[in-house]
């Protein structure tokens, strides 16, 4: 059933989107096309005994992500990404998404070049490890992972120009996608479930108020900066209590009309990288439900060791410090936390690389620990493993709730 949907996407959105622009509205020719994506096969395990009824230890999984690219003979193309997770273990993490689906434009413009892409697309800012607060175009697909901020596909109108003196970008996005929350039976969530049936909005078009934001970015040798505005409805909800229908307690969804100013910078000072996220955010709420206006950062930089000892191999030093003006009535875990990493990378035949790191709440004792490897094993087929230890988790860190949520998972990985 999920690749008679992906397939019926597929002509949907190529005759959509792609067919109307051709010269004397005749069909495109299409001179080039491509498939590829990938299949996991996931499995993910929790050491500790669950906190609520329900829950399991253990899951497994399947993520299905192909990619489908269509080109014209005047350069002009389409992009398809869909996906779908069956989930074992909690049938709210099971979902579709239409990750990107878009048609891309392109020309002159006296010394500059513009792109035009017109769909559902996913937009990347940022520099950071540990956090990306200046990435806001794109809703978060929580079920996907608690701290990765995977992102949800989000229907946009995309203008870029570009030249010698930078890149300028504008966005128009024309639907507000909700945020994904794990359901009754799904380990890392809150302990009443989130009810997105009754999600609710400040603004009185609801999801369908149009949100717009704009950046622009330089590099200026060894320097490069971004600067960025966005005015429309907030990505980040803040969990109103109310019964759901059944009448069994639960939150409910409210996203109010915000603006953020951001700055992003990186400076390249030979092996040494240092990096900056920055926002100003008006007319959100606080953990209590007040209206705060407020200022966020994260701040740090990595050291690489190129050769170590001679072989083949790299090391990577990384240091970050995420800081929230609003400190303990933050809506996120980074109000004062430091972030200590190391990257190793084997550069051998199957792209070995370990990422080891912790989080540490500067205020508590409250630490997430990280380890990932990733291995190619073959052309087609890879592994990733990733284990997440919650450790010395108080009250007061919002961890607090997924406290018993460690969890080992598992990932092999066919790329086709």
């Not at 005749?26 to 929790?46: C, K, N, Q, Y």
């Not at 359901?183 to 997105?196: I, T």
């Not at 909005?201 to 330089?218: F, N, P």
């Not at 990186?266 to 407020?294: C, H, M, P």
């Amino acid at each position: 059933m999920p690749h008679r949907l992906v397939f019926r996407c597929a002509r949907f959105f190529t005759a959509g989107l792609l067919l109307p622009v051709c010269a004397g509205g005749l069909p495109a020719e299409i001179v080039r096309h491509e498939t590829s994506g990938r299949v996991s096969f996931e499995s993910r395990w929790h050491p500790q005994s669950a906190a609520y009824a329900g829950q399991r230890s253990h899951a497994g999984g399947v993520v299905f992500e192909p990619e489908f690219y269509l080109e014209d003979h005047g350069g002009r193309s389409f992009n398809l990404a869909p996906f779908y997770r069956h989930d074992a273990g909690d049938p709210d993490r099971t979902h579709f998404d239409l990750r990107e689906a878009y048609l891309l434009l392109y020309g002159d413009a006296a010394n500059s070049e513009w792109e035009l892409r017109l769909g559902v697309d996913r937009v990347f800012w940022g520099v950071t490890e540990s956090r990306h607060l200046v990435n806001i175009v794109n809703q978060i697909d929580l079920v996907e992972h608690p701290y990765k901020e995977p992102k949800l596909g989000q229907p946009m109108a995309h203008l870029t120009f570009s030249g010698d003196w930078g890149t300028a970008e504008v966005f128009g996005l024309t639907y507000h996608r909700g945020r994904t929350f794990p359901g009754r039976s799904g380990r890392l969530r809150f302990p009443f479930v989130v009810d997105n049936d009754k999600v609710t909005y400040e603004s009185d078009a609801k999801q369908w108020h149009l949100d717009l934001a704009g950046r622009y970015s330089r590099s200026f040798g060894p320097l490069d900066l971004g600067m960025s505005v966005f005015d429309g409805t907030s990505r980040d909800p803040f969990l109103i209590p109310d019964p759901d229908r059944s009448g069994e307690p639960a939150l409910v969804p409210y996203y109010e009309q915000i603006r953020q100013f951001g700055l992003d910078a990186q400076l390249t000072a030979g092996s040494w990288l240092f990096k900056l996220e920055a926002i100003r955010r008006n007319g959100a709420r606080n953990l209590l439900g007040v209206e705060e206006d407020y200022s966020a950062s994260t701040f740090g930089g990595e050291y690489t060791f190129y050769s170590v000892s001679g072989s083949a191999v790299d090391l990577t030093l990384l240091s970050e410090w995420n800081y929230d003006g609003r400190r303990q009535y933050a809506t996120n875990i980074f109000q004062n936390d430091f972030f200590l990493g190391a990257r190793i990378a084997f550069n051998d035949v199957q792209s070995t690389e370990i990422l080891a790191s912790i989080l540490r709440d500067a205020d508590s004792s409250g630490q997430v620990l990280t380890l990932e490897l990733n291995r190619r094993i073959s052309d087609q087929w890879s592994l990733r493993l990733e284990a997440i230890a919650l450790r010395g988790i108080q009250e007061v860190d919002l961890t607090y709730l997924t406290r018993r949520d460690s969890f080992v998972e598992l990932n092999l990985i066919y790329n086709f």
